[in-house]
């Protein structure tokens, strides 16, 4: 496997990784949410390969990424008849952290949309990859570059973990600055669904495109009949048992307190993640925000990292305070919701 250290602005440190590419070999790279594991989407043999590398469920559709907006043509049939929400959207968000469902173009390889007749399509910001994308001048299909079931990787480092043996190369473009997946969403004519939470917020969404959003999940309601298939699969966990615990900040942090004392006590090796003033006191086996940023934002940058972190250094237990619900806390949530597989508990009470 080969390993490109490249910047963004000199083209020859990404053209043999573009050709590469363009010529049906599987290479992963940097964008801003996280690393993907890239293969031209009009080669049927190499999307085939990205399946095998990640052990992923052949049912469950890839995401493509394009350099422009002129690339549009090569991954739906009518890219000039999109309707004006759809068109309003990728004004507001595109390049960034948005996948829109598109009608997929017969160019595409079968196996980049089985079973549904949409693409999910995205324009990526981060300079190595628009640089990449530029250079291979085809689409590339990408999902995570983890393998499947495994928190998705926001360093080269992670990529390497999953999937060394089973890819041709990786671009290294140090830590990614988002750190979860793009919001995916799809636009209908009198409104939008997301179909994963991400960095692009429901709120955000609402006020570019002037339509009612409704978020997909188990309690959605009518727009939720379009569900996204990856979301019926295990996904970003760990090893270790994580659970997570809402509620009123102080008595969150005295539960967490007091969980992490019983399991001590009973031998576990347990980790903690809170914000700033929680009372959580930082060490090898816990985490707070360093510097003066929202626990969100920073959470959701280093979240999968830590997970990896923490199992590497042998945590049985990760006990996590829960950011609050709303923008980007949401996505947090999800993610932490499916580590967690269910050991989500609410504290009660309020009092200090
Ligand atoms: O930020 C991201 O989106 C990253 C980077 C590499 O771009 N990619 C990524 O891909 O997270 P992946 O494959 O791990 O997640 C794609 C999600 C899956 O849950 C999949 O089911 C859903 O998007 N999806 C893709 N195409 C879809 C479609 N046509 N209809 C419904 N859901 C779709
Ligand atoms: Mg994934």
């Not at 309601?221 to 298939?229: N, V």
Request: net charge negative; charged share 15%; hydrophobic share 45%.
């Amino acid at each position: 496997m080969k390993v490109w250290h490249a910047r963004a602005h000199v083209p020859e440190d990404l053209r043999e990784a573009a050709e590469w590419l363009r010529s049906g070999r599987i290479v992963a790279f940097p964008t801003e949410t996280v690393y993907g594991l890239g293969a031209n989407a009009c080669d049927e043999a190499a999307v085939t390969r990205i399946f095998r590398a990640k052990g992923r469920p052949s049912d469950n559709p890839l995401i493509v990424h394009i350099a422009d907006r002129t690339q549009l043509a090569s991954v739906t049939p009518s890219p000039h008849q999109l309707p004006a929400a759809v068109q309003a959207a990728m004004d507001a968000f595109w390049p960034g952290p948005l996948t829109i469902l598109l009608p997929a173009h017969p160019g595409l390889a079968p196996s980049v949309h089985p079973g549904v007749a949409t693409v999910g399509v995205r324009i990526p910001r981060h300079p190595l990859a628009q640089a990449l994308l530029q250079l291979a001048d085809c689409p590339i299909a990408a999902p995570s570059a983890n393998k499947s079931g495994r928190p998705s990787p926001t360093q080269a480092n992670h990529v390497m973990a999953d999937l060394a043996d089973d890819i041709d190369g990786i671009v290294d473009g140090g830590a990614c600055s988002v750190g979860l997946e793009s919001t995916v969403v799809s636009i209908g004519a009198d409104a939008v669904v997301i179909l994963r939470p991400g960095a692009v917020t429901a709120e955000a969404l609402t006020t570019a495109i002037g339509l009612p959003v409704t978020i997909a999940g188990p309690n959605a309601d009518a727009g939720a009949a379009i569900a996204s298939p990856g979301l019926k699969y295990r996904h970003y966990a760990p090893d270790a048992e994580v659970q997570v615990w809402q509620g009123h900040p102080s008595a969150v942090a005295r539960q967490l307190r007091a969980v992490q004392a019983e399991l001590t006590a009973r031998g576990a090796v347990v980790a903690v993640i809170g914000p700033t003033d929680s009372g959580v006191v930082s060490g090898p086996l816990s985490w707070t925000p360093q510097r003066n940023e929202s626990y969100e934002l920073a959470l959701g940058r280093e979240l999968y990292a830590l997970l990896r972190s923490f199992d590497h250094a042998g945590a049985s237990h990760i006990l996590i305070h829960a950011p609050s619900p709303q923008g980007f806390g949401l996505a947090v949530l999800n993610r932490l919701e499916r580590a967690a597989h269910g050991r989500v508990y609410a504290v009660q009470g309020n009092v200090d």
